[in-house]
Each structure stands twice: as C-alpha cells, then as structure tokens.
C-alpha cells in the first residue's frame, strides 16, 4: 500500500507561489546589482586613465618648461589665544 499525499492547501499553494516571485525577484535584484557594478568599474576605469593621461601630460609640461626660480615663503609666527 502507497501513502497518498494528500492535495496541497490552499494556504501552503499560497506560500509555494510567495517563494516562487521572491526567488524571481531576488534573482533580478542580484542582476540589476551586477549590472550597475559593471558599469561603475568600467566608468571608474575611463576617469583613471583619463586623470593618468591628464597628469603624465602635466608631468612633461613641468619637465620641458625651464626651473621657476624658488619662492620663499616667509613663516609667520601665530599667537594663539
């Protein structure tokens, strides 16, 4: 003799489908999440290499112009009250 199982209730039918949509949409969040992690890294990328051209370019202009001659700058003693 087989044990038959008897028919879901309505009430657990109900918390099968509540897991069901909360997997779905838990799987889209993580999506979504991955999504905008990728375009914040290949974003964050672009504005490295745009800064590292911007200050190598910097570097050479500093490199090929003739030494400024040395401003002093003269300490001046604070009296703290």
Do not use: C, F, H
């Amino acid at each position: 003799m087989t044990a038959r199982k008897p028919d879901p209730s309505p009430e657990s039918l109900a918390r099968a489908d509540r897991q069901r949509l909360a997997a779905e949409e838990g799987a889209r969040a993580m999506a979504e999440v991955e999504r905008d992690a990728l375009a914040i890294r290949k974003n964050m990328e672009r504005l490295r290499a745009l800064r590292e051209a911007r200050e190598a370019e910097a570097a050479t202009e500093a490199d090929a112009a003739a030494p400024a001659a040395k401003r002093t700058i003269k300490r001046v003693k604070r009296i703290v009250r």
